[in-house]
């Protein structure tokens, strides 16, 4: 059945709160990976280089349809009788979700490449021979004896946030759905 107008306000309010918080916590990681990691590991000529960064780069962006989403959903919590903000927000909630599996499907992608690759791409920018005896120096532009189990780490946090951000735009969905009675 069709939930009342009461019910609708806090759910979709609450719905639009985690939204909030998953997308900008999920803005940072991913700024965090590209900001310590990627932008010295990107190689247009390299695959997997590429890849990352263009997961990356979809991360960033599934989050900031995320943050869209909740802020219109936040708004349509508030004022649930304007129809065009109904339909902002069931856009916003489908092309968000939508945004987020791509995001997980390509980080997912990026940590397989990552595993069987022994991090060999993530250390590309290092010409030192031995990465433990000489963790910081001029021929590495960051800290290489960390690098491989942060960004992995980094990684798994974002699919985790991810994974909520699809769980939550799909409720956010379904709530406009019965909103509109469609």
Known sequence: GHLDAGSHQRILMKTGLILLIIGHLNFIIGAFVHGTVLRFVVDPRDAISLQYTIANAASVT????????????LMLSRYLAPAPLGWGVLALSASSSLACLACLLGLAVSIGLTLGSQGRVLLAPC??????????SRECP??????????????A??????????????????LTLDLLRL
């Open 157 to 174: 946090i974002s699919l985790l946030l991810d994974s909520m951000e699809i769980v939550f735009g799909v409720r956010c969905l379904l």
């Open 127 to 136: 010409a030192i021979a031995d990465v433990a005896l000489a963790p910081v």
């Open 62 to 73: 599934a989050a900031l349809l995320a943050i869209s989403c909740g802020m219109a959903a």
């Open 142 to 155: 960051f800290d290489p004896t960390r690098v491989y189990s942060s960004t992995l780490s980094l990684w």
